[in-house]
């Protein structure tokens, strides 16, 4: 066995740890965060805490972290933060100062919003034509990666062509930039 796990680059000790699961204790919790989670999945871990908590049985909210950490669940709603541009992103001048808009696919703008439901929140993805005012095409998402503004887009680009400008809803930010030419 020494040979083996020479040759594997593996210490002896690795070949014969066998890992511990989670406590039954855990596993009965884990059960009570999925069935909270699916019924609210608005809940963040401190709610979570609160709502899992009982005069007879605290529970610590690093616990509840790590555990909806290890059950790969994460609180849906609108995250802080998400209109500051990263660091490296291209800052593109705004081009539409002064134009005027004045036949259809000269300029489409897209938005992002969140729409409160009952139990959280859903994303819609908007691309619009500003001369016309059209919704040229919509996605809603439960999260808020790009997949579904890029699927709305390339809706867009496939139906109607491409516009000569492509601008972010809002105008330009704190900076004034925010268009670029597709």
């Not at 909210?61 to 290890?70: A, E, F, Q």
């Not at 291209?90 to 696919?105: A, C, F, H, K, Q």
């Amino acid at each position: 066995m020494n040979r083996q796990c020479n040759l594997l680059g593996l210490a002896r000790s690795t070949y014969y740890y066998q890992p511990v699961g989670e406590s039954a204790q855990n596993l009965a919790l884990m059960e009570r965060i999925d069935k909270l989670f699916t019924a609210r999945p608005e809940l963040g871990v401190e709610r979570m805490c609160q709502e899992l908590t009982t005069p007879e049985q605290p529970i610590n909210v690093k616990r509840v972290r790590r555990l909806m950490r290890l059950m790969g669940l994460e609180a849906v709603g609108p995250k802080p933060n998400l209109s500051k541009p990263q660091p490296g992103h291209t800052v593109y001048p705004y081009l539409l100062r002064g134009v005027v808009i004045e036949r259809p696919n000269q300029v489409w703008s897209t938005d992002i919003t969140y729409v409160p439901m009952a139990n959280g929140f859903l994303y819609l993805c908007a691309i619009i034509d500003w001369f016309s005012r059209f919704i040229l095409s919509w996605r809603l998402s439960n999260t808020l990666l790009a997949d579904f503004c890029v699927d709305a887009l390339e809706e867009s680009l496939i139906k109607r062509g491409k516009p000569e400008i492509f601008n972010r809803a809002g105008g330009p930010d704190r900076s004034g930039q925010s268009v670029h030419q597709p």
